[in-house]
């Protein structure tokens, strides 16, 4: 070995001996003044303190922190001045290992370098008035002024094991409560303050900035590093952005702490990458996570949010939270929508002054797009304002194929066969379970080229087009073309007060319309006659928007003023139509009808009352100059057998008074028509009618009786079910003269009787004086004859027994 090798380990060898000497000494030094060590130590640790710190025993472990000297401390308690008033112990340590300076103490000071806590709980606690148990923090006169000198707690590095840490400020309602399994790092001081950095692992118990409305990350672990700068001249810490695993979640964090003034204020910058929808909601507060948790993201999203508040008594922290969402599927309590892509935000702080709070909370997301049940939408800001009662806002526009519909509403009230759709609407509305509730909107709803089917009363309509106008109040019908087999209307209608009448009370919405049409046939919408069909419900979810739609449809009430050039109904055909109809839930009513039939018009009023397939009607009519043969053959007879339009020519002026029964399939009800009927036939002409001819037969027999004439012909007919009483009535014709009454049965009981004198009226016209052709009238020979049913069906004619 080479002679200087061998000088420098003789050298080294010293050394270390020394070394050990000293350390050996040290260690016997502090077994032997362990008492006035623990006093020094206690000193030097009280030192910076307005309040008192006692330690039960004291332990050496030197090896711990070899070269240095470590001391094991037990059962170490720290009180404020006021622990008695409030009994809550700042800190409590099972083991508090501290390391001191082995140099320091051969010079006859105590230099604690390190310090250890193990099985302790930490409580910070500030009562309603604003007093914390941090005051035994308060420094007290300088070292200058004391002339105390010699001690130093400046430390270097520092770990926490097993330690409960609680922050519980009663005055502002905050609770903020850790359990750490770890904490350990090192401290440096620059000549601007100090430098920590140190690892972190920990369980919240409660992460609570307002304990009324529950804590965020509760039971949630904690881990990462942190870098921590304070600042003696701005009096501030520095929290550098850090990675951090919170719960599932990996976030980045970043804040700032400023203690001056008082009280502590801080901002928080909290980032999220890419993380899941459920696994950032269950870090929210409680109320908020409920809500929230009926919502979800497909993919993982990227979130940041920014806390500002104080450690006071200030309330609620300033919270702004921002997203960025691209092509995602959003799963709501109403359905999903796909594509879905929008830049989010929260605050709770939506106008300056007014707090941060729920009543002055808002959720914006601007360029919302995405598709629902197919239904492609935009909304360039939607907003929910006011947590405490929310109410969304925005304007959404859609561009669509009018079948969509059928998924959102269902196909058993209205099916959707074909169209397109146009929407441009701005709509507010509260927010009820986290779904829009009653929404009140105004702008339009355009639809072109629709085919569709009212489900409950089975009417279809192809080639529809229509215009919804919404107005603040009102809604307003435009350019609504409907089409159903060949019928064709025009219609523009409105509904006043409509939106607030849809949602409240729909039995009392109105809608008013003007109806045009170049010609419709009746038959096409028997579909109104009949009771409205309970279909059984075949969509997937049932929606408030479905059901008021339903309602709406089923107890709102209609008042047409109709305009019709043509109106069919099988061989009926009227022209220049004009009418108000009101439907009800009940019926409807039709009031001031005006039509032209058959050279003549028509003038009605009358009810319908619904009952099933069966349909209750009360009508009264005038008829003026109206040909008699063609309204027989329009309206099939009335049903009568013996007299069809066949045998009677003439214009026909009338009153009527009926009421009765007609179908859903808008037949008349056999037998079910009750009131009057009064008529004035003029050149009235009446052609083979067989009861007549069968008269002919034995009692003028060179008389033509194929075609009798009448000048004037006037009477009344009761009406009553399966009868009409023909009331006393006198026939003066060209060819024949008789007096009728009686009554004339669809069934049994005809019994007419007719008075028919055999003289010939021919020559009585050649009297000029009306009184004494009507005392001719019935001079000579008169038949005394009955109509009455045969056995055969048929009406059959025998001498009257009741009149001489």
Known sequence: MPRWTKLTLQILSALLGLFLIVFIALAIYVNLNKKELLVSITAALNKNLDGNMTIGGMDPTLLKSFPGVSLLLTDVELRDKQWQRHQHTLLKAKKFNISLNTLAMLKGTIQIKKIDIEDASIYLYTDTNGYSNTAVFKKKTDTAETGESGMSTELKRFSLTKVSFKVDNQKGNKLFDFAISNLSGKIDYPSTGWHARFKLKTKVNSFAFNTKKGSFIKDKEIEGPFSVFYNDKSDMITVEENRLKIGDGNFRVAGKFYFAPDPVTFTLNIKADQIHWKQANSLLLPKVRTKLGKFDFEKPLDVNCDIVGNLGGGGD??????????????????????????????????????????????????????????????????????????????????????????????????????????????????????????????????????????????????????????????????????????????????????????????????????????????????????????????????????????????????????????????????????????????????????????????????????????????????????????????????????????????????????????????????????????????????????????????AFPLRNLNNITFSNLNGKFDLKGNRITINPMQISSSVLNMDIAGIYSFTQGTHIALDIPLRNPKKDKLIEDAAERREKRMRGLVLRIVAVDGEDGKIKLKWNKDKK
């Open 317 to 698: 922290p300033s919270i702004r939270v921002a997203t960025i969402v691209k092509n995602n599927t959003l799963t709501t309590p109403g359905g999903k929508i796909t594509k879905c892509s929008f830049n989010g935000s929260f605050t709770n702080n939506q106008y300056q002054g007014r707090g941060f709070n729920d009543a002055n909370s808002a959720i914006k997301l601007y360029q919302f797009t995405g598709d629902f049940e197919g239904i492609p939408f935009q909304v360039d800001t939607a907003a929910i304002n006011n947590f405490d009662r929310p109410v969304a806002t925005g304007v959404i526009r859609s561009n669509f194929n009018i079948e969509r519909l059928n998924e959102v509403i269902g196909d058993d009230l209205l099916k959707f066969e074909k169209g397109t759709a146009r929407v441009n609407l701005h709509y507010k509305a509260d927010m009820v379970d986290l779904q829009l509730n009653k929404p009140y909107v105004q702008g339009t709803v355009i639809i072109d080229d629709a085919s569709i089917n009212y489900v409950p009363r089975n009417l279809q309509f192809k080639n529809t087009s229509i215009s919804l106008h919404f107005t603040e109040k009102d809604l307003l019908i435009k350019n609504l073309k409907l089409q159903s087999g060949k019928s064709v209307v025009l219609m523009e209608g409105t509904v006043k007060n409509f939106l607030n009448l849809y949602y409240n009370a729909p039995e009392k919405i109105l809608l008013s319309w003007q109806v045009r049409s170049p010609q419709i046939h009746l038959g096409e919408f028997f579909g109104f006659l009949g009771a409205r069909k309970t279909v059984a419900k075949k969509r997937k979810k049932s929606g408030s928007f479905s059901d008021n739609l339903a309602a709406a449809f089923e107890k709102s009430n209609v008042d047409l003023d109709l305009r019709l050039d043509k109106v069919y109904y099988n061989k009926f055909l009227a022209t220049d139509a004009q009418a108000n109809l009101y439907l009800s839930q009940s019926g409807m009513a039709l009031k001031n009808v005006k039509i032209n039939h058959a050279g003549g018009s028509l003038k009605l009023n009358g009810t319908l009352t619904q009952k099933g397939q069966n349909n209750l009607f009360a009508l009264n009519a005038n008829i003026s100059k109206v040909d008699i043969k063609a309204f027989f053959r329009a309206f099939n007879n009335f049903g009568l057998t013996t007299l069809t339009s066949e045998n009677l020519k003439g214009f026909l002026f009338a009153k009527t008074n009926l009421k009765g029964v007609i179908t859903d399939r808008g037949t008349l009800q056999k037998n079910s028509i009750y009131g009057n009927v009064i008529f004035d036939l003029k050149r009235g002409e009446l052609n083979n009618f067989d009861p007549i001819l069968n008269v002919a037969k034995f």
